[in-house]
């Protein structure tokens, strides 16, 4: 994982991406929309006080490429590399002090020994 990923400020800035509420899931396709198509881009989540909560790079419409997201206090909650909207490479998880909690790997949705 490279560590830009636990700095949620820098993300925020440097990272280009919609607020997901401007998307609408389609549970027919399973496809998240933007103006009634398939969205390709980057999906930010945003707390009521306007901070980045996560955000989730997407293809088609699916989850594909990093997802994360950050605690209230600005640590790293969780990272994941998403292929076709399950898990496919690393995945972690930590606890608001920045305790690693989950750290797995994963190929196509299956975790590795």
Known sequence: MDAVWRDRERVDRTVEGIDDRLLKYDPDTGQYCFQGEPFTGVAKTRRPDGQ??????????????????????????????????????????????????????????RKLA
Not at 65 to 83: D, K, L, T, Y
């Open 52 to 109: 980045l909560d996560g955000l989730s790079h997407l293809r088609d419409g699916i989850e594909h490429g990093v997802s994360v997201a950050w605690h209230p206090n600005g640590q790293i909650r969780c990272f994941s590399e998403m292929a076709g909207d399950v898990y496919d490479g690393w995945h972690y998880e930590w606890a608001e002090d920045g305790t690693e909690l989950v750290a797995e790997r994963y190929a196509a949705g």
